[in-house]
């Protein structure tokens, strides 16, 4: 059974640490999203990749936040230093793009819940 | 800010009724997909309706489209305790190469008693 898979579940640290979460888009999936979601914003993208390649990541707050692809099974959504304002919970979503019969259908994880002291 | 809003914010029906859920967007669309989020977890998509398309059913859930006013319907026929969810309506972009670059809307929490 396909599923993205999102690593920590659950995160809680100190204001200014570093904090990693990782995905695993399913396997022949070209378009790997990161959202964040919070009861006050809702749902926001925060970057997305085609083939490895980061094609926005405008939704992010540059000096703090970076989002890579290492390779086709591995996508990383860092945090440098951690403030309180980013408790949310981190979803990664992966899609089959592509054209044909590719609906633009989403696959999400479960989420990484990050809370900052 | 969000491409759709849902409406409305939170409904309460009784089991075996029918839950309309609004969403209205803002921008010319290529298609509308709602999704399911139970608490706790993931968004799992449910329905894609194309922007030529006015009307599509899979299952329980009918989807209405109506492009002039920029907005789509989800009805669910006869709830279910296990329907108890929050809703979203995502529409975006088709991006070069295939899928969408997709802005969810609000959402809808439907709670569905016993």
């Known amino acids: 059974d396909a599923r993205v898979t999102q690593t920590p579940r659950d995160k809680v640290t100190e204001m200014g640490q570093e904090v990693t979460m990782r995905c695993q888009p399913i396997?022949?999936?070209?378009?790997v999203f990161w959202y964040r979601q919070t009861m006050k914003q809702g749902l926001e993208l925060l970057a997305y990749?085609?083939?490895?390649?980061?094609?926005?990541d405008s939704g992010m707050p540059k000096d703090r936040f970076s989002a890579e692809m290492p390779d086709a099974t591995l996508a990383t959504l860092k945090i440098q230093p951690s403030e309180p304002r980013d408790s949310a919970v981190y979803f990664c979503?992966?899609?089959?793009?592509?054209?044909?019969?590719?609906?633009?259908?989403?696959?999400f994880g479960e989420g990484s819940r990050l809370t900052v002291l | 800010s969000q491409q759709g809003e849902e409406d409305p914010q939170a409904l309460s029906i009784q089991e075996g009724e029918n839950a309309t859920m609004n969403c209205s967007y803002k921008?010319?669309?290529?298609?509308l997909q709602w999704y399911r989020q139970n608490s706790g977890r993931g968004l799992v998509h449910l329905i894609l309706?194309?922007?030529?398309?006015r009307e599509k059913h899979s299952g329980r859930l009918r989807v209405t489209l109506d492009t002039s006013k920029k907005s789509s319907s989800l009805l669910i026929t006869a709830s279910r305790a296990a329907d108890t969810a929050s809703y979203f309506c995502?529409?975006?972009?088709?991006?070069?190469?295939?899928?969408?670059?997709?802005?969810f809307g609000t959402g809808t929490q439907l709670k569905v008693e016993l």
């Open positions: 396997l022949g999936h070209n378009t």
């Open positions: 990749f085609r083939n490895r390649a980061p094609l926005d």
């Open positions: 309706i194309r922007s030529n398309e």
């Open positions: 921008t010319s669309i290529n298609n």
């Open positions: 979503a992966s899609g089959p793009g592509g054209g044909g019969s590719n609906t633009g259908e989403l696959f």
């Open positions: 995502a529409t975006g972009p088709i991006l070069t190469g295939g899928g969408n670059k997709l802005t």
